[in-house]
């Protein structure tokens, strides 16, 4: 473990860069939904806010694992975003229309249906959420595998 | 190093969400400025109810859910505002019935209107607002009992709400909302700009300005 050792020092290694990209993924996400929430007045669904509950608290976490480095923020991080990951592809799916909106928890309130942005044309928030949930779980998984070679 | 990086993102991600939201907002009003010279029958329709003197030049729009607490808070508060400028201002009050079940206040109210008692009606809701809604969900059934006081014919008024022509104009008022950019009540437009920060005192000075640009002397 002394290699390791190395990641506890004040200059940044490769593990710790790793978990700063995850961290600010996170914290770059959470100000999107946010700014989508608060500025632009978009009412969160049911769906969005299991994400939300996921990905929130990993802005938490991982800055937690990165002073001092702890690779303990992965074990912590990695089931909330495994499980942020199913909530979003699930909202795309339902987004999409593969998966039929009746069979939906959110039929009152804000329907988990609804189009706030659409950039390119593909590029929706299920969509965004789940590149950032993606994102997240691969990199958490890069740094698990880098700790048991 | 790790702490200034660290500390150095977290004052990024604020600093530019700041920004963003600040150039959101400016960018919005402007918009919005502009609509209102253009559309200005997205502001005001046919059917609108409006109060004060009908040539007055300063226009307040309000989208209101008869359900939202906020909205009954601020019913006095444009009334004092009319008393001060009075036959300077005219009230158009435009239907966004976002909680649940709240659209049945509004056919009450636009039945009450045919019978030229829309605004004791709306009067009557604001102030007995606890009577019908609990925890955000609307009891129309409970509307009943307070009607007579505000003089409506109960029978005529039962009839009246199966209007289709009500439906038409709830759903109209909530197409201007989305068009507008309402997603929370009350909006609030003074001669179609937007009340950007909502607040009472942003409203004032809101009403002020406008007053002061259309009545120069």
Known sequence: MTVRESSRGDKPDLDWMLLFAAWMIALLATAGSLFFSYVMEFAPCVLCWYQRICLFPLVVILARGLLPFDRGAVRYGLPLAILGWLVAVYHSL???????????????????????????????????????????????????????? | MKRLIVAVSCVVVVAGFLFAANWFKGRRAERLGFLAQEYAS?????????????????????????????????SPIVKRFMATYPEKIQLVVRYAPFHEGSSGAVRVLEAAKMQGRFWETLE??????????????????????????????????????????????????LADAQTLGVRKTPGFFVNGKPLEPFGERPLAALIEAEVRAQYPD
């Open chain 2, 42 to 74: 997205t502001f005001v329709r046919p059917h609108s109810p409006t109060l004060g003197a009908k040539d007055a030049k300063v226009f307040i729009v309000e989208f209101t859910d008869p359900a939202c607490e906020t909205c009954a808070v601020f």
């Open chain 1, 94 to 149: 339902v987004y999409t229309g593969v998966v039929p909106e009746s069979l939906l928890p959110c039929s009152r309130g804000v329907s988990c249906m609804e189009e706030y942005i659409s950039l390119f044309g593909w590029l929706s928030i299920p969509v965004l959420s789940v590149l950032a949930f993606t994102t997240l779980v691969a990199i958490l998984l890069t740094l698990q595998r880098r700790a048991s070679p």
């Open chain 2, 124 to 173: 009557l809701l604001y102030s007995n607002q606890h009577v019908w809604t609990q925890h955000h969900q609307v009891f129309v059934d409970r509307i009943w009992q307070l009607l007579p006081q505000a003089g409506v014919d109960l029978k005529r008024l039962e009839m009246d709400m199966a209007d289709p022509r009500i439906a038409a104009v709830i759903e109209q008022d």
